[in-house]
Protein backbone atom coordinates (compact mmCIF):
# COMPACT_ATOMS: atom_id res chain seq x y z
CA UNK A 1 0.00 0.00 0.00
CA UNK A 2 0.98 3.54 -0.46
CA UNK A 3 0.43 6.89 0.48
CA UNK A 4 -1.77 8.05 -2.62
CA UNK A 5 -4.28 4.90 -1.24
CA UNK A 6 -4.78 7.07 1.76
CA UNK A 7 -6.63 10.12 1.96
CA UNK A 8 -6.51 12.82 4.83
CA UNK A 9 -9.25 14.91 5.15
CA UNK A 10 -9.62 17.73 7.71
CA UNK A 11 -11.84 17.23 10.98
CA UNK A 12 -14.55 19.28 11.72
CA UNK A 13 -16.52 19.84 14.58
CA UNK A 14 -19.19 17.66 13.17
CA UNK A 15 -16.79 14.91 13.90
CA UNK A 16 -15.81 15.67 16.93
CA UNK A 17 -17.49 12.77 19.18
CA UNK A 18 -15.91 10.34 16.33
CA UNK A 19 -12.49 11.34 17.39
CA UNK A 20 -13.32 11.68 20.91
CA UNK A 21 -14.42 8.14 21.09
CA UNK A 22 -11.71 6.80 19.18
CA UNK A 23 -9.18 8.50 21.44
CA UNK A 24 -11.34 7.06 24.48
CA UNK A 25 -11.22 3.68 23.00
CA UNK A 26 -7.62 3.93 23.11
CA UNK A 27 -6.66 5.10 25.86
CA UNK A 28 -5.47 8.59 24.83
CA UNK A 29 -6.56 12.24 26.03
CA UNK A 30 -9.30 14.02 24.15
CA UNK A 31 -10.06 16.57 27.02
CA UNK A 32 -9.52 19.72 24.08
CA UNK A 33 -10.51 18.43 21.22
CA UNK A 34 -13.13 20.31 20.83
CA UNK A 35 -10.75 23.61 21.08
CA UNK A 36 -8.34 21.40 18.87
CA UNK A 37 -10.55 19.83 16.24
CA UNK A 38 -8.57 22.32 13.39
CA UNK A 39 -5.06 20.39 13.32
CA UNK A 40 -7.00 16.89 13.38
CA UNK A 41 -7.57 14.83 10.10
CA UNK A 42 -9.18 11.63 9.18
CA UNK A 43 -7.84 8.90 7.29
CA UNK A 44 -9.70 7.00 4.72
CA UNK A 45 -8.86 4.34 2.73
CA UNK A 46 -11.14 4.35 -0.21
CA UNK A 47 -14.27 5.38 1.69
CA UNK A 48 -13.41 3.42 4.78
CA UNK A 49 -12.06 5.12 7.98
CA UNK A 50 -8.78 3.26 8.96
CA UNK A 51 -7.52 6.34 11.44
CA UNK A 52 -7.04 9.32 13.13
CA UNK A 53 -3.84 11.79 13.29
CA UNK A 54 -3.12 15.26 14.56
CA UNK A 55 -0.33 17.90 13.88
CA UNK A 56 -0.34 20.97 15.45
CA UNK A 57 1.92 23.68 14.34
CA UNK A 58 3.36 26.18 16.72
CA UNK A 59 5.86 28.85 14.83
CA UNK A 60 8.54 26.55 13.47
CA UNK A 61 7.40 23.77 15.54
CA UNK A 62 4.80 20.71 15.39
CA UNK A 63 3.15 18.08 17.66
CA UNK A 64 2.43 14.93 16.35
CA UNK A 65 -0.86 14.37 18.54
CA UNK A 66 -4.11 11.66 18.87
CA UNK A 67 -2.53 8.85 16.26
CA UNK A 68 -4.87 5.98 16.25
CA UNK A 69 -5.46 3.26 13.46
CA UNK A 70 -8.48 1.74 14.24
CA UNK A 71 -8.39 -2.00 15.40
CA UNK A 72 -9.52 -3.86 12.27
CA UNK A 73 -7.04 -2.13 10.36
CA UNK A 74 -3.84 -2.61 12.58
CA UNK A 75 -0.95 -4.44 11.30
CA UNK A 76 -1.96 -3.41 7.63
CA UNK A 77 0.79 -0.19 7.65
CA UNK A 78 -1.50 2.20 8.10
CA UNK A 79 -0.31 3.50 11.58
CA UNK A 80 3.33 4.71 9.28
CA UNK A 81 1.21 6.04 6.14
CA UNK A 82 -0.90 8.41 8.47
CA UNK A 83 2.62 9.39 10.32
CA UNK A 84 4.28 10.12 7.11
CA UNK A 85 1.36 12.05 5.65
CA UNK A 86 1.35 14.19 8.88
CA UNK A 87 5.36 14.83 8.64
CA UNK A 88 4.88 15.50 5.14
CA UNK A 89 2.23 18.35 6.24
CA UNK A 90 4.81 19.98 8.61
CA UNK A 91 7.00 19.83 6.25
CA UNK A 92 4.86 21.61 3.89
CA UNK A 93 4.35 23.86 6.66
CA UNK A 94 8.09 25.10 6.84
CA UNK A 95 8.10 23.47 10.31
CA UNK A 96 11.75 21.97 11.30
CA UNK A 97 11.10 19.95 14.17
CA UNK A 98 8.08 17.64 14.87
CA UNK A 99 7.63 16.23 18.81
CA UNK A 100 5.62 14.10 20.45
CA UNK A 101 4.39 12.15 23.94
CA UNK A 102 3.64 8.82 23.86
CA UNK A 103 3.25 6.18 26.48
CA UNK A 104 2.90 2.99 24.41
CA UNK A 105 3.84 3.53 21.15
CA UNK A 106 7.71 4.42 21.40
CA UNK A 107 9.05 1.59 19.35
CA UNK A 108 6.77 2.55 16.41
CA UNK A 109 7.86 6.07 16.48
CA UNK A 110 11.23 5.02 16.81
CA UNK A 111 10.99 3.28 13.39
CA UNK A 112 9.79 6.52 12.12
CA UNK A 113 12.73 8.48 12.84
CA UNK A 114 12.06 10.05 16.11
CA UNK A 115 14.80 10.39 18.79
CA UNK A 116 14.29 10.11 22.08
CA UNK A 117 14.71 13.51 24.42
CA UNK A 118 14.23 14.82 27.54
CA UNK A 119 10.99 16.27 27.82
CA UNK A 120 12.79 19.94 29.20
CA UNK A 121 14.24 20.00 25.97
CA UNK A 122 11.34 20.67 23.67
CA UNK A 123 10.47 24.38 22.79
CA UNK A 124 8.61 26.90 25.26
CA UNK A 125 5.78 26.60 22.34
CA UNK A 126 5.54 22.57 22.36
CA UNK A 127 6.19 22.70 26.47
CA UNK A 128 3.42 25.23 26.63
CA UNK A 129 0.47 23.17 24.93
CA UNK A 130 -2.46 21.35 26.38
CA UNK A 131 -0.68 17.77 25.80
CA UNK A 132 2.62 18.18 27.64
CA UNK A 133 0.87 20.49 30.22
CA UNK A 134 -2.42 19.05 31.13
CA UNK A 135 -2.99 15.60 29.47
CA UNK A 136 -0.19 13.32 29.03
CA UNK A 137 1.41 11.76 32.25
CA UNK A 138 5.16 13.26 33.61
CA UNK A 139 5.87 9.19 32.57
CA UNK A 140 5.10 9.57 29.31
CA UNK A 141 7.95 9.49 26.52
CA UNK A 142 9.17 12.43 24.30
CA UNK A 143 10.64 11.61 21.25
CA UNK A 144 11.23 14.54 18.34
CA UNK A 145 12.35 14.01 14.89
CA UNK A 146 14.02 16.70 12.78
CA UNK A 147 12.71 17.50 9.24
CA UNK A 148 14.77 18.14 6.18
CA UNK A 149 13.41 20.99 4.64
Known amino acids: ?11 TC ?4 LVKKMLSDN ?7 DDKIECLFLAYHDSELVGIGGLE ?13 LVKFRGGGYGKIITR ?4 RAADNGLSEVYLL ?6 FFEKMGFAYIERSSVPES ?4 TEFTSLCPASAICMMKRLSI
Open 1 to 11: MNTAEIQLTKA
Open 14 to 17: GNIA
Open 27 to 33: GLPGQDI
Open 57 to 69: IHGQYGLLRSLVT
Open 85 to 88: MLLE
Open 102 to 107: TTTAAK
Open 126 to 129: IAGT
